[in-house]
């Protein structure tokens, strides 16, 4: 949760620095994280259905999925930051699997199960983004509960912006 204002002024000119000078085509890297995600679902499938049939081609099948996925990746994620990668790879695959199960949920008619993976899946992908545009200093964070309000706001009904709420902002699969 972004607690200051200050905070979050330096990481939105951050980010609209990164989209005035072309780094970032947003939604290319959004279609590309959702690619991404589910290259790692077809990385398990292949998996177990090898195991599953003894047949080792689809070993072979899991190698080269995961050969793209690691290709792909690399234009999402940068491999020199401690552990990002993997911290992200495995954002990306929560975020899925999270989806999948509200999904299965939604079918059997458990519509409040769903909706709460499906708000825990998009909370997971909004800290994918958060670790992506480097919003979050990782050294030294602290859980701060929701409900506790910033002690410096200057409008105290307001709560501070969560991270799916600057995602919400930054983020518009649709504007193309």
């Not at 290319?28 to 003894?54: C, P, R």
């Not at 912006?161 to 193309?176: A, G, P, S």
Request: hydrophobic share 40%; proline share 2%.
């Amino acid at each position: 949760m972004i607690t200051n204002e200050e905070q979050f002024k330096k990481i939105t000119e951050k980010i609209e620095a990164l989209k005035k000078a072309n780094k970032f085509d947003l939604s290319l890297d959004e279609d590309l994280s959702l690619a991404v995600m589910n290259l790692i679902s077809l990385e398990e499938h292949f998996f177990f259905t090898a195991e599953k049939t003894g047949k080792l081609g689809y070993l072979a099948l899991l190698k080269e999925t995961r050969e793209i996925r690691k290709e792909l990746m690399a234009r999402l994620v940068d491999k020199n930051e401690g552990e990002t990668w993997c911290i992200s790879k495995h954002l990306l695959a929560a975020t899925m699997r999270l989806i999948e199960v509200g999904t299965k949920l939604q079918t059997d008619n458990k519509e409040e199960e769903a909706k709460k993976m499906f708000a825990s899946a998009y909370r997971v992908y909004a800290l994918f983004w958060a670790v992506r545009f480097k919003v979050i200093d990782l050294a030294g964070v602290k859980k701060i509960p929701e409900t506790i309000i910033n002690k410096d706001d200057k409008n105290p009904q307001e709560k501070p912006w969560t991270f799916e709420e600057i995602i919400n902002k930054l983020v518009d699969c649709c504007d193309e």
